[in-house]
């Protein structure tokens, strides 16, 4: 099991850059995908992006490409999001998720964390 704990989230303005870590709990980290998805107020869960277990292989939403990127540290037993050029539409709680599969989706994804709310301003 994966316990996950985001952090790092806050306030900015438009064109601002801000990187959440997401910590994970347990020996078996390098194991796991890891993503991140966020859910804006009034609106559905959506994908952000995500990672192999190995660092090798990443995926972006379209809205966010180019402007995020996602890392990850395994001997930190951390993953990271690296959001630049934010924009006001990027306002929401960002989540982080781990899954023994390639997540792409919310039924991917197994273990989430508690979010991280990330406001930006115009």
């Known amino acids: 099991q994966v316990q996950l704990v985001e952090s790092g989230g806050g306030l900015g303005q438009a064109g601002d850059s801000l990187r959440p870590p997401c910590a994970a709990s347990?020996?078996?980290?390098?194991?796991?995908?890891m993503a991140w998805f966020r859910q804006a107020s009034g609106k559905e869960r959506e994908f952000v992006a995500s990672?192999?277990?190995?660092?090798?292989?990443?995926y972006y939403a379209d809205s966010v490409k180019g402007r995020f990127t996602i890392s990850r540290d395994n001997n930190k037993n951390t993953v990271y999001l690296q959001m630049n050029s934010l924009k006001p539409e990027d306002t929401a709680v960002y989540y982080c998720?781990?899954?023994?599969?390639?997540?792409?989706?919310?039924?991917?994804?197994?273990?989430w964390g508690q979010g991280t709310q990330v406001t930006v301003s115009s």
């Open positions: 998720a781990a899954s023994l599969v390639v997540v792409r989706t919310i039924s991917d994804a197994k273990y």
């Open positions: 347990g020996r078996t980290f390098s194991s796991y995908s």
């Open positions: 990672i192999s277990w190995r660092g090798l292989t990443t």
